[in-house]
């Protein structure tokens, strides 16, 4: 498996997701409102891992600037499809990951980063390459699901056998505070940890933080 397989598989599902329904409307509204809060008009904004745009097009009006990407050109390609529905001056799609935007370091106010960060095979090299990409005082916006916090039946059973039909993708194995420290070590304070959640026990953590 590699990142070439994993632009593979979200191409594939890419429609089905485009379809699929919000498990937890009232949590992700507070986290569009939240977020919201925090961006700025003059900021500068990257999204990593947008999908299909739905959170761009919520969000990219109330910025200067929000360039949305995603490894799937699948997933982009419905974007564009959105945003010439509902154009938006300041919002742009492309596909690339964190990797591929080195040569725009330092140039954006904030880097958001929505159900991604347990996606990518490489934790501490993206949170790396994301703090990169922030200019001095910058904010990194996450919301991630902590797998090692959910039930052990899904990490042991049920992921590995999804996978093993081609029905889920990578996903890494992490606990909400190694998150946290991974985060740390990438040159980040964090100024908040809240949960978003109005469903059930969900081990999906909103961190704010701030590149040092």
């Known amino acids: 498996m590699s990142t070439a397989s994993d632009a593979r598989f979200w191409d594939r599902t890419s429609r089905k997701y485009a379809t699929a329904a919000i498990a937890d409307q009232a949590g992700y509204e507070r986290t569009l409102?939240?977020?919201?809060?925090?961006?700025?008009?003059?900021?500068?904004?990257?999204?990593?891992?947008?999908?299909?745009?739905?959170?761009?097009?919520?969000?990219?009006?109330?910025?200067?600037?929000?360039?949305?990407?995603?490894?799937?050109?699948?997933?982009?390609?419905?974007?564009?499809?959105?945003?010439?529905?509902?154009?938006?001056?300041?919002?742009?799609?492309?596909?690339?990951?964190?990797?591929?935007?080195?040569?725009?370091?330092?140039?954006?106010?904030?880097?958001?980063?929505?159900?991604?960060?347990?996606?990518?095979?490489?934790?501490?090299?993206?949170?790396?390459?994301?703090?990169?990409?922030?200019a001095a005082g910058g904010l990194f916006i996450s919301k991630t699901p902590c797998l090692g916090d959910m039930n052990p039946l899904i990490r042991l059973a049920l992921l590995p056998a999804m996978r093993a039909i081609g029905k889920a993708s990578y996903a890494g194995v992490f606990r909400a505070a190694e998150l946290s420290e991974y985060i740390c070590a990438a040159g980040f304070d964090i100024l908040a940890t809240e949960v978003h959640a109005t469903k059930g026990n969900e081990a999906r953590p909103y961190i704010v933080a701030r590149r040092r």
């Open 33 to 134: 409102n939240r977020t919201r809060a925090l961006l700025e008009p003059h900021y500068r904004v990257l999204e990593l891992g947008c999908g299909t745009g739905t959170t761009a097009l919520q969000l990219a009006g109330h910025v200067q600037s929000y360039l949305a990407t995603d490894i799937s050109a699948g997933m982009i390609a419905i974007a564009e499809e959105k945003r010439a529905a509902d154009a938006d001056p300041a919002l742009f799609f492309r596909t690339a990951t964190a990797q591929a935007l080195a040569s725009e370091a330092g140039q954006f106010d904030a880097v958001l980063g929505f159900n991604y960060l347990h996606l990518v095979r490489d934790l501490p090299g993206t949170l790396r390459h994301i703090h990169a990409l922030l």
